[in-house]
Each structure stands twice: as structure tokens, then as C-alpha cells.
């Protein structure tokens, strides 16, 4: 078995054989042409066969991966209409007394270089389209055809590369996976593999296709973008396994999308979802989220090489709100120490770091830090329904000096006329067992609490999560566990105040009742969890004791 890895741009598993693509890249030999005129009117039809040609691919689109992604199709026809486009060609015919093949293929490396320079992804990724449309005109110019392939069976499609035109002119009834040796995520090809739901990996390097020929068995895993040659046979098992699992996931995600988090007898719950990357809102969306229910805000931090700055704090959170359109976003402020360190932190190291100077410990000694996340946060809170959350509380006097400092930088933005949200909540987790015991205090002090089951679970326990050594010993339905979240959830409501849970064991559906008796108000789990729980929410019938 030999593995490759590349970027899984469409999350699904295939098992089958692999069908090697072959591009017919038109070799164009530049020629000197004596009638300008004539060589100007082929080019004219081949134009002209080509726009033929981009319009019933897009009608194909348009019935197999919808409107918005067809739309690429519409843009292609516009770019052979570019003015400049085409002025470059003309031109070279004209003044080089060069064949359209070879104007086209240089006005096309001329382009697609340019457009490869570019700082912006998305503008980087329109060079496959330059090529992509050039290639059609080439080949109308000689009259082929690039994107026939002689595909039978449903295979797995691998290719150096695809163009958007090649990738939809597959016969997608035939195509069980696609693989590319090269590619961006952006490219339109990927988001035509999203749309079109075939699990698709890119990126997989040269020596990937140097590996392979055309009916090697292959499993791609579009998931992990892992693709495995000739598997041996735990792997197969391990993916079938997986296969299984995710188009469980995806039927249930058909019939529970869309449907209400209410129990038998109408008990109404949210279930939102946790994400740690601004890339993730996809999937919060995708499985029906109604909310994020925490957003862990140091992956900022952790994927940067010095201290983010409140412009780029701002952005992000800005992103997550408005693509999430007035649904409910509880953002996390930074929670850095212990596992996750960062160099240009300076931490010492720790003997305990669990127990030692980590999230809201930082934040409070180096109030710098935590002003520039507040103030990126609350100016982000115009754009949308926020939610700000402190990690690891354990007195009421900690919390009292996050809630003046929360004061002083709305003072600020105030006086700066800088606008942002006067609804914004303020929330804490409950993490610490001390959290819990004082609940009726730090109640009366917020809008909501969220308990952190992970961190609650190993202070309670005293167990620590990164020791796989512990783990027979950790008892996640602990009766001490279960008391710290009733206690919370009483409290929080005495003081008007709501209540969710946002550790991973909100997603354990053996729980999800005892939950609901508690009166948990929202659930937020990893976003694939979400329709799982939706389901234990609606077999759930609490008029029954
Ligand atoms: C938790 O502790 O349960 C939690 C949600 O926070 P994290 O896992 O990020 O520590
Ligand atoms: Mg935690």
C-alpha cells in the first residue's frame, strides 16, 4: 500500500479503481501565416464554436450542480469576450504574422501568469480558467475536442490537473472520486467537486501520478485528503467502516435538515456548533447549525507568528457574523496556555500547566492582549448577533475586573463614535468546579453560561486530558460532574440568565435527556454532531418520568 496526501476539498470516502485522465494538451507550433485576414476568421469561428460549446456546458451545470456554480461557465463566455483577450491575440496575429493556435496559447501564458502573480486567492485561481477556455479554442482551431475521455465504469478520476469545463463534462454518474496531482482549494474545479458531493482531493504532488496507472485499486478519503494505492486490508475496512458512517450522517442530514430541535412533548432546544477556524462556517451551515455556540478564538493566534493586531481580529469575527446572518455567535475570547502554546507568548514552562497561568489568567495580567481582542470583538458586534464568552473563571472578583474592563472599551469606542452592538452578550464558561459551586453568584453578573465539560470533567476528577494513561480512569457521566451542571443550570435560571454546553459532551446522545431535564438551553457540539443530537432531541420525551 502506498499513501499520498493531498487537500480534501469535498468530505466523503471512495473505493474503486483508477481511471488515469487524459488531457489532450494541443502541442501549438507557432507558424507564419501569410493571410492575416483568413487566420483572423478562423480564429472568429473557433470563437464562435467555443461560446456554442460553453453555453451547453452551462445548461449541464445548471441541472447537476445548480445556478451559482454554473455561473462559472457564464464567466468563461464573458472572458472570451474580453476585450483585452482578445486585442491580445489579434494583435499578435496581426503584427507577428503568427496561426491563432500560437497568438491564443501565448495571450493564454501571458494571462494566466499575470493572473498567477496576483496576492488574492481567488485571482490566482482564474489562470485555470484563462487556460481553460484557451485550450477549447485551440482545439476548436484543429478541430478536437479536449474534454472527451473514454470513461465506462464508475471510477476514480486522477489527474495532474482539471479544468472547471472538463470536470463538469465528466459523466458524474461514472465518477466515484476525483484526485489531482496539482490544483488550489479555490480553484473552480474544487468547488465544482463541493457542489457536485464527489469526494475530491487535490494537491497530491507529482510523484503521486508518477505512482499510478489506469485500474490500480485506489480509497480516497476526502475527508483527511489521504488516497491509498492498492490498501491493504485494515485500511479497506477502517474506510468502508467510514464510508458507512458518513452516508448514515448524510441521509440522516436530509431528513433532519431544516426540522425543529423540539422533543416529543415540545420541549424546545438550540443546537449550534463548535468551531475553532473561520473556514469552518461551512459545515456549521451545511449541517443546519443554529448558531455557533463557541468559537475557540486562539486558532487567531495559534496560526500566526506574532500577536494578531484588532484589524485582523476584526475581520475574522466580522466574517464569522455576517455569513452567519443574525444567528447567534459566541465568541470565545483567547484561551491560550496549557496545551495550546504560542512561542511569542514568552510562557515559562510549567510543572502543571492545566492548573498554571493559562486563558483568562493571561489575559487579566496582560490586559493589552485581551483589550485588542475586546475591542476587535465589540466592533465586530455591529455586523451581527454576538455572544462574548470568558474561559476558565473561578472567582467572582475575575470576573468583575473582565466586566470593567468590557466597560472601559465600550467607553472607548464610544467616545471614538465607533460603532457597535449594545446587545452584545457576556458570558462565562463553566470549567472549573469552583465556577459551578459560586454559580449563583457570577449568575447574577451575565447573560449565560456554558459548560465546559472537557475542562470540567478534568478538574473535577482530577484527571488530566492529555494523559491517554488517565483515560480508563475518567468517568464522563461522574455523578460529580452531572451535580456541577445541574447546579449551574438552577442557578442560571433563578438569575435569568441562559444555559448551554458546549465541552464534547453535549454530542453524547446517551445524556442528551438528562440534559433536557436539567433545562439546558442550547447544545453546541463539532457541527457533524449536530443533526445526531437534533435526532436524541426529537426521540426525547420528557412528560414521561
Ligand atoms: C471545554 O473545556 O469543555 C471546552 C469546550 O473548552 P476547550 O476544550 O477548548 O478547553
Ligand atoms: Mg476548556
Redesign the pocket.
Known sequence: MTTFTGKGVYGAVAIGKISVFKKRDAEVKRVRIDDIEREKQRLEHAKAASMEQLSEIYEKALKEVGETNAAIFEIHQMMLDDDDYNESIITMIESQKVNAEYAVAKTADNFAEMFSSMDDAYMKARAADIRDISNRIISNLSGERSEETAVNEKVIICASDLAPSETVSLDKEKVLAFVTAHGSSNSHTAILARNMNIPAVIGTGDDFLAAIKDGDAAIVDGFTGEVFIDPDEETRARLLKKQADDEKQKRLLQELKGKENITLDGTKVHIFA?IGSVDHIGEVLLNDAGGIG?F?SEFLYLESSDYPTEEQQFEAYKKVLETMAGKKVII?TL?IGADKKVDYFNLKREENPALGYRAIRICLTRPEIFKTQLRALYRASFYGNLGIMF?MITSVSELEKILAICAEVRAELKAESVEYSEDTELGI?I?TPAAALISDQLAQMVDFFS??????T?YTLACDRQNPDIEPFIDTHHEAILTLIRMSAENAHKHGAWIGI???LAADTSLTETFLRMGIDELSVAPTFVLKVREAVRNTDLSKS
Do not use: I
Not at 459548560?451 to 470540567?456: A, E, F, H, S
Open positions: 463548535n463557541l475557540r470565545r484561551d474561559p464558561m470549567e459548560v465546559g465539560t472537557n475542562d470540567l478534568q458546549c465541552g464534547e
